[in-house]
Nanobody, 118 residues
Framework: QVQLVGSGGGSVQTGGSLRLSCAAS????????MGWYRQAPGKQRESVAS???????VYADSVKGRFTISRDNAKNTVYLQMNSLKPEDTAVYYC????????????WGQGTQVTVSS
């Protein structure tokens, strides 16, 4: 059974940095495509960044140049490095496995809170 455990959230001031981690278990991680999503209070969940099995990355326009998604297949972990944080980045961040062995899947981590104060 696939499990995703996210961590690394916290509270920072504007301009600060955080690194989120999402550890996967129960599958061959190198064959999984992963993404980070976020949901702010009163808003819909939105895609932040994704990385496929080849390392190809895609970012939302709102985070381009500030956030970096990466993966370490040896550690079964995907990361989201967040720099130059803004108050509008405040949200609960979730990791998601959206493709496994070339099949669409829908596995989510439990979410981690990121709060950016001005």
């Amino acid at each position: 059974q696939v499990q995703l455990v996210g961590s690394g959230g916290g509270s920072v001031q504007t301009g600060g940095s955080l690194r989120l981690s999402c550890a996967a278990s129960g599958t061959t991680f190198s064959r999984a495509a992963m993404g980070w999503y976020r949901q702010a209070p009163g808003k819909q969940r939105e895609s932040v960044a994704s990385i496929d099995t080849s390392g190809l990355t895609v970012y939302a326009d709102s985070v381009k140049g500030r956030f970096t998604i990466s993966r370490d297949n040896a550690k079964n972990t995907v990361y989201l490095q967040m720099n130059s944080l803004k108050p509008e980045d405040t949200a609960v961040y979730y990791c998601k496995m959206y493709n496994l062995n070339w099949r669409i899947v829908d596995y989510w981590g439990q979410g981690t809170q990121v709060t950016v104060s001005s």
